[in-house]
């Protein structure tokens, strides 16, 4: 049996140790029976896969068998096609595997706080960043995801300096966080008379949302202003201090809410923006210490980082980091196939992670040898 096997085994008993103890159980609702619930949940995937790879291989030996009888050697001939099949399906089974064994990201189940801004490219950008922000309030409906708009701050020709959005449902970190980067647009603005392709872009950031209980934050390092929201053109919203400017001093970190008449509301979307950013700077110190020994082309989360350019003449979609171009770009815009570049992201990364894992464990072999 060799390691990976054991491994495998392993898994199994544990599975099967977590589900003795949930049939054990005398209290529920608790601590510790949820997450009991939580680990068989995950490992019952696993155990399914495990329990599917080790009867395939039960199955391809019967098959051996078979095939070396030669008082039948309609049924040998039978059995040889079987087992070529199967010999074919087993490595396919094995790599699924490997892909959830994976270590998980421990946010990939959280919420995200969406941010974007408009970039070099002026009116065009904001126009950019506009469709951006509705491409992905798109993607979250298809998707069956809350998007709740936290700032728009908007130009009045339907262009936007920045706006941000909290996106909750299942997964939703999971899937948006190898967005954030620089998006690029080439495209004939509607106010170019001579037909000229302008370029211009759009910064795209995706945190966690967190809550409270995921990062504390001490009411003595904020600093909270309040004045009276305006909207374009420096027009009025209301005449009362309803705008919200919360800094955390230790940080610097500085969040500005003003898109709700109540001072209330706004202050609490600030402070929802604010954790996820302060919690995302913790994220990116961990993610940092741990690309010393694995830099991802995918994962690096960099929002100077231009990743994604979409041309509209050509009507092609590029993601710069995996070189994959989609000539799909208005359901890309819809958020109808912005999935097939996400899903590509996603096995990329898995690649590269698991080519990582290899050589890690290659590595330690040969240092114990």
């Not at 690649?351 to 590595?363: C, G, I, P, V």
Request: charged fraction near 30%; glycine fraction near 6%; proline fraction near 2%.
């Amino acid at each position: 049996m060799n390691t990976f096997e054991k491994k495998l085994h392993s898994i199994l008993a544990h599975f099967e140790d977590v589900r003795i103890k949930i049939n054990n159980l005398t209290e529920f609702d608790t601590p510790k029976s949820i997450a009991l619930s939580k680990e068989f949940s995950e490992l019952s995937i696993v155990a399914e896969k495990i329990n599917d790879l080790f009867s395939k291989q039960q199955e391809l030996k019967d098959l051996c068998e078979l095939i070396s009888n030669k008082d039948d050697l309609e049924m040998a001939k039978m059995a040889e096609t079987e087992y070529l099949e199967l010999k074919d399906e087993i490595p396919n089974i094995e790599h699924q595997i490997k892909v959830l064994l994976l270590p998980k990201d421990i946010d990939d189940d959280k919420g995200a706080i969406l941010e974007i801004r408009a970039g070099t490219g002026g009116e065009e950008a904001g126009l950019f960043g506009a469709d951006l922000f509705k491409m992905y309030e798109l993607y979250a409906n298809l998707h069956g995801w809350k998007f709740e708009v936290l700032e728009l701050n908007e130009t009045g020709l339907g262009a936007v300096k920045e706006a941000s959005a909290s996106i909750s449902g299942k997964g939703v970190f999971a899937r948006l966080k190898f967005e954030s980067g620089v998006h690029r647009v080439q495209r004939v603005p509607e106010t170019e008379a001579s037909g000229r392709v302008h370029t211009s872009a759009a910064t795209v950031a995706v945190l966690p949302e967190v809550e409270e209980f995921d990062i504390k934050i001490d009411e003595k390092d904020l600093q909270i202003d309040t004045y009276r929201a305006s909207g374009a053109g420096g027009q009025h919203v209301n005449k009362t201090d309803s705008a919200v400017r919360i800094t955390h001093i230790p940080t610097g970190t500085v969040v500005a809410v003003q898109d709700e008449r109540s001072q209330h509301r706004n202050r609490e979307k600030a402070m929802k923006i604010l954790r996820s950013k302060i919690y995302e700077h913790e994220r990116e110190n961990r993610e940092r210490d741990r690309s010393q020994t694995r830099k991802s082309q995918v994962g690096t989360g960099d929002r100077s980082e231009r990743i994604r350019t979409y041309n509209f003449p050509q009507g092609r979609v590029s993601d710069h980091r995996i070189n994959f171009s989609l000539y799909k770009i208005d359901k890309v815009m819809d958020g109808s196939a912005l999935d097939e570049i996400i899903d590509k992201l996603i096995e990329v990364d898995q690649a590269e992670r698991l080519a990582s894992d290899q050589t890690e464990s290659l590595t330690t072999v040969n240092h114990n040898n």
